[in-house]
């Protein structure tokens, strides 16, 4: 089985770590591979690819998760392309708030057919699963952190809380989201 956990990244935090944890261990799946979004069609960025390519590594790593650099590259961030990367039978880890939205991705009801689906519920965050989507829940992994919080903490010259110090030494050093001036050193 090929579990992939697709996202911005921007940054990675905790949270991230602690869903790939909970689909491990609930769903006694072996490894893991965490899929930074090259140009995503829905959302800018604002870490370059690379970066946060860098990031991702640096927190999985020691985790004993994988990470793909297979959005490098493309003019733009399809899952349609991505799956085609990774071998069948796949399994797809994703927020319900990006789940709720997929009847706007690019080829929706081909990426529904081509994989099955780990929606990680968040309060707040309603969904509804599409005729012929395969889904199954992780409920009760609500950690309050977000990838945008820790961007305005960082800009604020904040040492945000759920950032892995890797991956915080790495943003500081980079001088990534912001006046970091205040927190390096």
Excluded at 78 to 105: C, H, M, V
Aim: glycine content about 8%.
């Amino acid at each position: 089985m090929t579990v992939l956990f697709g996202g911005a990244f921007d940054p990675i935090h905790e949270a991230h770590l602690t869903i790939a944890q909970e689909v491990r261990r609930r769903f006694d799946f072996g490894n893991i591979t965490f899929v930074p979004s090259g140009n995503p069609p829905h959302k800018s960025l604002d870490a370059p690819f690379e970066d946060r390519l860098e990031m991702a590594r640096l927190a999985c790593e020691p985790a004993g998760f994988s990470v793909s650099d297979c959005e490098r590259g493309r003019p733009r961030g399809y899952t349609y392309d991505t799956l085609q990367d990774f071998p069948k039978p796949r399994t797809f880890i994703i927020g319900a708030d990006a789940f709720a939205d997929i009847e706007n991705w690019h080829r929706w009801r081909d990426v529904l057919r081509m994989t099955s689906w780990i929606v990680v519920t968040r309060p707040g965050h309603e969904y509804s699963v599409p005729d012929g989507a395969s889904v199954l829940r992780l409920d009760g992994v609500a950690l309050d952190v977000s990838s945008s919080d820790i961007r305005v903490a960082l800009a604020r010259g904040e040492r945000p809380v759920g950032l892995p110090d890797s991956v915080y030494e790495y943003i500081a050093a980079r001088g990534l989201y912001g006046s970091l001036a205040t927190i390096k050193g």
